[in-house]
T-cell receptor
């Protein structure tokens, strides 16, 4: 059965800290991986990764995929209270358009 | 575009009642997904449609759940009869679909929070 596991489940840091969130997967025929940020409402899209070793970057957030070791990480540098949210990763396999989501990492950034 | 539109935003009902959740996808998106989110199980895919046709309904919990997409701009998820364990946030999402990777990013609606007493 295809599976996506995120760690840690939750994390509390102080403003200015750097955090690394992990997403590992066991799926047949990997196609792509998405990262989302979810505050109190709908998940909002952050990154899509399809190729190994290529870093995607947007401001203080960056992400990279390792297809050999079957994981992705999401880095947030110089964290701010506005980064407090649940971060979700989702994996799609070839031959389907559905995404399997991990249970998320709940990040709380303290002022 | 207004994004993915869901209604109602909140629904409180009693066990045994019928519940209908509604979704309008982004215009031009060929794929529509229904997800359910709970604290215990996270985001679970219930069903998805391509060009109004159900493609994979393996995540639908049981016969009490049904989903339809009568046209490209409207979908419903119905629960009949509802039970307390159905309490969750139900999200609808849509994507363009196609060979380009970016065309398969999911855009979510704001969700419908269902409470069954």
């Amino acid at each position: 059965e295809d599976k996506v596991v995120q760690s840690p489940l939750s994390l509390v840091v102080h403003e200015g800290d750097t955090v690394t969130l992990n997403c590992s997967y066991e799926v047949t025929n990997f196609r792509s991986l998405l990262w989302y940020k979810q505050e109190k409402k709908a998940p909002t899209f952050l990154f899509m990764l399809t190729s190994s070793g290529i870093e995607k970057k947007s401001g203080r957030l960056s992400s990279i995929l390792d297809k050999k070791e079957l994981f992705s990480i999401l880095n947030i540098t110089a964290t701010q209270t506005g980064d407090s949210a649940v971060y979700l990763c989702a994996v799609r396999t070839s031959g389907t358009y559905k995404y399997i989501f991990g249970t998320g990492t709940r990040l709380k950034v303290l002022a | 575009d207004a994004g993915v539109i869901q209604s109602p935003r909140h629904e409180v009902t009693e066990m045994g009642q019928e519940v209908t959740l509604r979704c309008k996808p982004i215009s031009g998106h060929d794929y529509l997904f229904w997800y359910r989110q709970t604290m215990m199980r996270g985001l679970e895919l219930l069903i998805y449609f391509n060009n109004n046709v159900p493609i994979d309904d393996s995540g639908m919990p049981e016969d009490r759940f049904s989903a339809k997409m009568p046209n490209a701009s409207f979908s419903t998820l119905k629960i009949q009869p509802s039970e307390p364990r159905d309490s969750a946030v139900y999200f609808c999402a849509s994507s363009l679909g196609g060979a380009s990777p970016g065309a398969n990013v999911l855009t979510f609606g704001a969700g419908s929070r269902l409470t069954v007493l």
